[in-house]
Nanobody
Framework: QVQLVESGGGLVQPGGSLRLSCAAS????????MGWYRQVTGKQRELVAT???????TYTDSVKGRFTISRDNAKNTVYLQMNSLKPEDTAVYYC??????????WGQGTQVTVSS
């Protein structure tokens, strides 16, 4: 059973930064595409960023230029560096790993609140 444990969420003022981490276990980490999603209560979960095993990244338009996804295969960890945070970035952020067969696994989520 895949285990994903997120950390790094919290309360930050607009314009501030946070770095989320997601540690994976019980998988061959370097074959998975890793991603970050977010969800606001009452809304659908949305893709924020993904990174393939080869390091190719994708971002949703609203975070381009502000967020950076990266991975450390030696540590089985994926990161999301979030800069210039806005109140509309407030959400629960979920780590995702996708097996090459398409099977998804999810972390428990970490709350990010951007407020003054």
């Amino acid at each position: 059973q895949v285990q994903l444990v997120e950390s790094g969420g919290g309360l930050v003022q607009p314009g501030g930064s946070l770095r989320l981490s997601c540690a994976a276990s019980k998988i061959i980490f370097n074959i998975y595409t890793m991603g970050w999603y977010r969800q606001v209560t009452g809304k659908q979960r949305e893709l924020v960023a993904t990174i393939t095993q080869g390091g190719r990244t994708t971002y949703t338009d609203s975070v381009k230029g502000r967020f950076t996804i990266s991975r450390d295969n030696a540590k089985n960890t994926v990161y999301l560096q979030m800069n210039s945070l806005k109140p509309e970035d407030t959400a629960v952020y979920y780590c995702n790993c996708r097996h090459p067969t398409g099977i998804d696994s999810w972390g428990q989520g970490t709350q990010v609140t951007v407020s003054s």
